[in-house]
């Protein structure tokens, strides 16, 4: 069993900054794929970052240039450093951790919540 725990969320103007965490139980960085998504009222959730072990980085068009994914191995954490932040980029955020090799677990965090206001 894996346990997230996300931090880091809050309220900012646009224009600023947040870094969220992500604590994982036990080292899961491989062979899992590390993400983070988010979901706006009224909204489907969406992938906003990825981060395989191997240390391969994807990212949301959206948030291209904005957000950065990044681990600490030592730590068991994930972070999404997200700047530039805009009206739009307020959702729940989650962490998910993907298992890429069987069984394919998959585990969520219980969401932290990031307002940008205009």
């Known amino acids: 069993q894996v346990h997230l725990v996300e931090s880091g969320g809050g309220l900012v103007q646009a224009g600023g900054s947040l870094r969220l965490s992500c604590a994982a139980s036990?080292?899961?960085?491989?062979?899992?794929?590390m993400g983070w998504y988010r979901q706006a009222p009224g909204k489907q959730r969406e992938v906003v970052a990825t981060?395989?072990?191997?240390?391969?980085?994807d990212y949301a068009v959206s948030v291209k240039g904005r957000f950065t994914i990044s681990r600490d191995n030592a730590e068991n954490t994930v972070y999404l450093q997200m700047n530039s932040l805009k009206p739009e980029d307020t959702a729940v955020y989650y962490c998910?951790?993907?298992?890429?090799?069987?069984?394919?677990?998959?585990?969520w965090g219980q969401g932290t919540q990031v307002t940008v206001s205009s």
């Open positions: 998910n951790a993907l298992r890429t090799t069987y069984p394919h677990y998959n585990y």
């Open positions: 036990g080292n899961i960085f491989d062979p899992y794929v």
């Open positions: 981060l395989t072990g191997g240390g391969r980085t």
